[in-house]
């Protein structure tokens, strides 16, 4: 009995029904949390239920609902909750029941659960909530809208949160349109409530109804001019809508009303950020920077642009500050290993890159400090560091052994190289990944069987990877006389991106092999139209000459020779021509 008591408490029934989530996942908590359609709800108090008998019957159905919940059989267990709940109509035992037949996805059991949640605790802002997001969720929003007007009731506080609240749930329903019409439904009767004409602006925004938000925000402006909410969702919506000016003019204007508000300059900071109007970005961070003296958020990201325009002295401080807070110590100190190999301190930056212990750029920086430590103690060491660097998951160890055949095949020795490969793909069988690296070094080695070999396991399991049909068609062209066979390779990878330089090269080089110099000098001016290279310059000299234009072909090489001095294809190419 006293097992029994202690699993019973376990459930719920004897501690207010505290959630389980089946192994392998974590708990679904049922005190302040993520409602069905994705907003908090703030804790709602358990509801009062006159204490059941523990018959044989409600025992088995609890203990069925949280063994299958821990064998993860949660259809199972929201059906036995179900069950629990209809026959001691205890509004707890519900609310769980829907909780874990949403987890489930069990939306019938769920739809039965919340009806009965809602009928056991109707004033329950928690209950008509879910009730009306599982209607949503069914296509049902006629149904649903009953509950929203209710929840919408339950929620006056003058905050908008039952607008917010239900935004969500509609921004979830499959027809969109309806949506709307429900949304204007429950708009209608409020007249210019502030909060009700937002809500339906900001659904058309995220139903992608730009011109309805727009009207609607402009609806809002009226009655209220300088309202910074509407004045930011406007911004998004220009945004949206490709009118970058008018968004960032949207936000001034908050800004000019609200001047210190900083979560409203931050927005636009972000917002300048993201559409690379860097200057401006770094020039509002100086600005929250002062507002903000502690935070680190704000901090990083003045480090972020001042990294960006090079200014390493301001890049240095701002990073530097971060650690004096304790707070994004990991990226600071991967910031400042960056900065230090800019300016040429390998030393310094071992030492910063060393104290990134965690985070996104533990790995990175674990990679930086191999190539330092191979630049000044040799490649034997190098290998050695990233042999004892302490790996979390199978990625990074993937990641890993990429880098060091990477430097073994920058430093030449390309045979050694192959073999790391080999162990790796013995490791992560058939990974694209590897395959791809190991064609391009046997490429380096005059391999073309290994190429031809890995490149075709990747187009065995992905017929259309784009950048193993472009390298086999190029290769194929350059080095065999298989030229036709080349050219379908490489039209299929320039079907998929028609507008990728290194494609469109392929191309031309792959016609020209066939002898079309007309189509070959083409393809090749246009990719040297969208990006320079002095090995697409190099092909096209060759066809230009090829054609009789000699002339032409000197003077493309000259001006590629201008900008690439160094370039060995290029040199080679004119060497062979122009001995």
């Known amino acids: 009995m006293k097992r029994i008591l202690l699993l019973l408490a376990g459930i719920g029934l004897l501690s207010g029904c505290a959630a389980v989530a089946p192994r392998g996942e974590e708990p679904m908590s049922l005190e302040p949390e993520m409602d069905l359609g994705g907003m908090p709800v703030e804790a709602t108090a358990p509801e009062a239920a006159p204490p059941a008998e523990l018959s044989s019957g409600l025992l088995y159905q609890l203990l069925v609902g949280e063994v299958s919940a821990q064998r993860g059989e949660l259809e199972m267990s929201a059906h036995a909750y179900q069950q629990a709940a209809a026959s001691t109509r205890d509004p707890r035992l519900a609310r769980r029941a829907t909780q874990i037949a949403v987890y489930a996805q069990d939306y019938t059991t769920g739809l039965k659960a919340a009806r009965l949640w809602v009928e056991l605790s109707p004033d329950s802002i928690e209950a008509q909530q879910s009730l009306a997001a599982l209607l949503v969720r069914q296509g049902r929003a006629d149904e649903a809208l009953a509950h929203l007007e209710k929840l919408l009731g339950l929620s006056r506080d003058g905050t908008g949160q039952g607008f917010m609240l239900v935004t969500n749930i509609l921004a979830?329903?499959?027809?969109?349109?309806?949506?709307?019409?429900?949304?204007?439904?429950?708009v209608a009767p409020r007249g210019d409530d502030g909060n009700a004409v937002f809500a339906y602006a900001n659904l058309a925004y995220l139903v992608e109804e730009y011109p309805l938000a727009l009207q609607q925000i402009d609806r809002l402006l009226a009655v209220q001019p300088g309202m910074p909410r509407a004045l930011v969702l406007k911004a998004n919506v220009m945004r949206k809508m490709g009118r970058d000016d008018d968004a960032l003019a949207a936000y001034r204007t908050a800004l000019d009303a609200q001047p210190k508000d900083s979560a409203l300059r931050l927005g636009y900071a972000r917002m300048l950020v993201d559409m690379e109007r860097l200057p401006a970005a770094r020039e509002q961070f100086r600005v929250l920077g002062k507002q903000l003296p502690d935070n680190a958020d704000v901090a990083y990201a003045e480090g972020l642009l001042a990294m960006q325009a090079g200014d390493l002295d301001q890049a240095e401080k701002h990073f530097k500050r971060l650690l004096k807070l304790g707070q994004r110590g990991d990226e600071a100190a991967y910031a400042l290993g960056q900065i230090a190999e800019t300016r040429n301190r390998p030393a310094e930056a071992l030492q910063w890159y060393g104290q990134v212990t965690d985070g996104n750029n533990y790995l990175d920086a674990m990679v930086r400090s191999a190539v330092l430590i191979g630049r000044q103690q040799g490649l034997p060491a190098a290998r050695e560091y990233l042999h004892n660097i302490e790996l979390q998951?199978?990625?990074?160890?993937?990641?890993?052994?990429?880098?060091?055949?990477?430097l073994l095949r920058d430093a030449g020795q390309r045979e050694e190289a192959q073999q790391v490969y080999d162990d790796a793909l013995a490791q992560f069988p058939d990974n694209i990944e590897l395959l791809y690296a190991r064609a391009m070094n046997a490429e380096g080695m005059g391999r073309l069987d290994l190429l031809e070999r890995d490149l075709g396991a990747i187009l065995k399991q992905d017929p259309d990877n784009v950048q193993a049909l472009n390298a086999l068609g190029y290769t194929l062209a350059d080095r065999t006389d298989r030229y036709q066979e080349a050219y379908d390779l490489v039209r299929r990878a320039y079907e998929q991106r028609p507008d990728d330089p290194a494609i469109i090269d392929s191309m031309g080089w792959a016609a020209f092999r066939l002898g079309r110099l007309a189509e070959a000098e083409k393809y090749l001016r246009q990719a040297l139209d969208l990006h320079f290279d002095a090995e697409i310059a190099a092909h096209l000299g060759e066809v230009l000459w090829a054609a009789g234009r000699r002339d032409e072909a000197r003077q493309v090489w000259q001006d590629a020779l201008k900008r690439n001095p160094d370039h060995a294809l290029l040199k080679q190419v004119i060497e062979r021509f122009q001995p």
Do not use: G, N, Y
């Open 172 to 186: 979830r329903e499959q027809d969109k349109r309806r949506a709307l019409q429900v949304m204007e439904a429950l």
């Open 393 to 406: 998951t199978s990625q990074q160890e993937l990641r890993l052994r990429m880098v060091e055949a990477e």
